[in-house]
């Protein structure tokens, strides 16, 4: 393992890496330095190769100003990374036969019932095709209170019949699948998180932080354009209506606020490091074990890979191939390089996790400053490119 203390122009870049994936060090080092097309101002990149941390690397700034240095320890808003790790908490439920991906939502929570949705099946919530990519009759920052949403959701009429067409439940798939938690399990899906998953496998992410976690939280500083840029939608559209119950304003600066790092919204608030991110994925991707822990079984992984639907989602007109929680490759709006048995989730502006079946491989990057694409963007490609050259 080569230990790395550099620079890439104004960018210090600290961390180890194995001497077989030195590219992905020189792929970093090219990001930071702008190569990529894309300005970086802080970022960590991790793999993992089953059991083996092999790159671990993180340079650059925690703060738009370029005064706070980024720490091993740094964690940073991944966006919907979160919705690749609130399937893994899934899957393992359902392992457990606590639940079942083919039961209506209802058999857990008999007060979603209502207007139509009496058919809409755990899987539909999985692989956004239950209709409800958006809460009706929510006020502004009601996505700070679990209840509110949850209980709108479960009033609502489904805006298509479930499973017939996929819409990004872009913040309502989180809401949907911690009310299934609380009602079939008795914890929340951070709680359980937590206890079942990151913290077995010492993975340093979580869904709603502790306070004692804030002071390592890298300042979120996010594109004004493309899909945050409320001010300038067609209001009736899905995708301003997606962002219903988010606080009023188009500052943004409610991600960096204490209320959004410790509430829970498992399909977009995770905060974490690139290395515990990549840790989760590696256990996933081998099977279900790692490290001699077994968090899953590994029919129930191969069960949760395979392919859901191959829709053209209608809230941002992506084509995604989608398994139950899971993106699979698909390019160009997110892709694992090519990889046939790879399994992730990309967050808004760049963050990407994923695994592969084929090598045991964990990968993730997490940047703090956001792109304005709905892709996985130059910088998480270039990186991605440099892992598989080394494979």
């Not at 203390?5 to 992905?24: K, Q, Y």
């Not at 590994?298 to 899971?326: C, K, P, T, W």
Request: proline share 5%; charged share 20%; glycine share 12%.
């Amino acid at each position: 393992m080569r230990m790395i203390d550099d620079m890439a122009g104004d960018h210090a870049i600290h961390g180890w890496c194995d001497e077989r994936f030195l590219a992905v060090r020189d792929a970093f080092a090219e990001v930071h330095l702008g190569r990529a097309g894309e300005r970086e101002i802080g970022s960590m990149v991790a793999v993992y190769q089953g059991d083996d941390l092999v790159v671990d690397l993180w340079g650059g700034f925690r703060d738009a100003s370029s005064t706070r240095p980024w720490e091993r320890d740094t964690i940073v808003l991944m966006m919907s990374v979160a919705k690749g790790i609130s399937a893994m908490c899934t899957h393992m439920l359902i392992d457990r036969g606590v639940i079942e991906p083919d039961a209506p939502v209802a058999r857990y929570w008999p007060e979603f019932a209502q207007n139509g949705k009496e058919n809409v099946l755990v899987r539909h919530v999985l692989d956004h095709t239950a209709g409800l990519c958006y809460a009706e009759n929510v006020p502004p920052g009601a996505v700070f209170e679990h209840s509110v949403m949850a209980e709108a959701l479960a009033r609502q009429e489904p805006a298509w019949r479930p499973g017939t067409r996929s819409g990004y439940h872009m913040l309502t798939q989180g809401f949907l699948l911690n009310e299934i938690f609380r009602r079939s399990d008795g914890r929340t899906l951070g709680t359980f998180l937590r206890e079942e998953l990151a913290g077995p496998l010492g993975a340093d992410y979580a869904i709603g932080l502790g306070v004692s976690d804030l002071v390592r939280c890298a300042e979120f500083i996010p594109a004004v354009a493309g899909i945050l840029d409320r001010d300038h939608m067609d209001p009736s559209t899905f995708l301003a209506r997606a962002w219903n119950g988010s606080p009023e304003g188009t500052d943004f600066s409610y991600y960096n606020s204490t209320r959004w790092r410790t509430v829970e919204i498992p399909s977009a608030n995770g905060h974490g490091t690139s290395r515990g991110v990549a840790r989760m994925y590696a256990a996933f991707a081998s099977g279900g074990r790692l490290g001699g822990v077994r968090v899953i079984s590994e029919a129930a992984v191969d069960r949760a890979i395979e392919e859901s639907h191959n829709y053209v989602e209608v809230v941002m007109g992506r084509s995604y191939h989608q398994a139950l929680g899971f993106l699979l490759d698909s390019p160009p709006i997110v892709t694992y390089g090519g990889r046939p048995h790879a399994f992730g989730h990309h967050g808004v502006g760049g963050s990407l996790g994923f695994g592969d079946r084929d090598t045991g491989i964990g990968f993730a990057y997490a940047p703090n400053r956001l792109h304005e694409r709905i892709e996985n963007g130059p910088r998480a490609r270039m990186l991605i490119d440099a892992l598989w050259s080394c494979v």
